[in-house]
């Protein structure tokens, strides 16, 4: 179905647990048709007050739809879930969180049944849907055209990335940000460990430090331009071997403050271990190829 402006196209969804909940609010609040499924009925009951019809079946769900988005608890759900359901003529949506190869099998799943698959990432929490503020957003990946056609109802509970037909390729983008995010948290923690048992007020150290990580995120854009050149010694403000020479500093401040040591050190490592392979005069890229390993 290609959706026009104004047209309410109907949506089927699967699974009701905090981040469905969401989705379903906002095509409800939109006025898109919407039928929902989930595992446990009891979760439909607020949403069939607002208006959206309960099936009683995974089937009957996705026989109501032509759009029919999967937010499930894992790949094995899917599974369960849709195994035994006809999926011809249906466009499936899988905003399950999962990795690049369940995502591709997942494609091949789909198509072999008789149906177009997009494969989703959602760079949101719960609260983030339906708030255009928040800043949320979904990667998407996997068949373009699926995604043209609905770009307009799936953009309704956040914004939409479309980052390549490669089906892998949201939730390739979606573990790659998180896992950023995690590093991130990890010198934050060790951060506030530092200073744990010092008369220093954490809510007075906290813009310090959000305020030093801002100025140096982008410093991937030269990690960026850096890989796509294969020079590592271009723009470099700190070279490897002068921040080498520092790590000692950083490890014997974590001793002195009680504070153990096991989130920096193994980046610490990494360090030493390109300093001996590579040039000193490099900048830290090069610790993208130390740890990607060989085919």
Same mark, same amino acid.
């Not at 008789?114 to 719960?126: H, K, Q, S, T």
């Not at 980052?163 to 983008?173: I, K, R, S, T």
């Given at each position: 179905?290609?959706?026009?402006?104004? %047209?309410?196209?109907p949506v089927t969804l699967l699974g009701l647990g905090a981040m469905g909940t969401a989705l379903a609010r906002t095509w409800l609040a939109a006025?898109?048709?919407l039928t929902v499924w989930n595992r446990t009925p009891g979760r439909?009951?607020?949403?069939?007050? %607002?208006?959206?019809?309960?099936?009683?079946?995974a089937a009957e769900a996705v026989a109501a739809s032509p759009l029919v988005v999967v937010c499930l608890l894992d790949d094995a759900s899917v599974e369960e879930t849709l195994g035994g359901v006809d999926l011809t003529g249906r466009d499936l949506v899988n905003v399950v969180t999962g990795t690049p190869a369940q995502a591709r099998a997942r494609a091949a799943w789909a198509?072999?049944?008789?149906?177009?698959?997009? %494969?989703?990432?959602?760079?949101?929490?719960?609260p983030m849907i339906g708030v255009p503020e928040a800043g949320g957003y979904v990667f998407y990946s996997g068949s373009r055209e699926l995604f043209e056609e609905h770009r307009e109802t799936l953009a309704v509970p956040a914004g939409t990335t479309y980052?390549?037909?490669?089906?892998?390729?949201?939730?390739?983008?979606d573990v790659a940000l998180l896992s950023a995010?995690?590093?991130?948290?990890?010198?934050?923690?060790?951060?506030?460990?530092?200073?744990?048992?010092?008369?220093? %007020?954490?809510a007075a150290f906290a813009p310090l430090l959000t305020g030093w990580l801002t100025a140096?995120?982008?410093?991937?854009?030269?990690?960026?331009?850096?890989?796509?050149?294969?020079?590592y010694t271009t723009d470099v403000v700190s070279n490897?071997?002068?921040?080498v020479a520092g790590t000692p500093t950083f490890l014997a401040t974590a001793e002195e403050q009680g504070v153990s040591p096991e989130l920096i050190r193994p980046y610490f490592e990494l360090m030493r271990r390109r300093l001996a392979v590579g040039s000193g005069e490099e900048d830290l890229t090069g610790l993208v190829d130390l740890l990607v390993r060989k085919p």
């Open positions: 179905m290609t959706e026009t402006h104004g %047209d309410k196209s006025g898109h048709p439909a009951a607020p949403l069939a007050a %607002d208006g959206a019809k309960v099936a009683g079946s198509e072999r049944r008789g149906a177009r698959y997009l %494969d989703g990432g959602i760079m949101a929490v719960p980052v390549g037909e490669d089906a892998g390729f949201a939730a390739l983008h995010m995690y590093g991130l948290f990890a010198g934050v923690t060790h951060a506030f460990a530092l200073i744990r048992r010092e008369d220093v %007020d954490p140096m995120a982008p410093a991937a854009h030269t990690t960026a331009r850096q890989l796509t050149s294969g020079d490897l071997a002068m921040q």
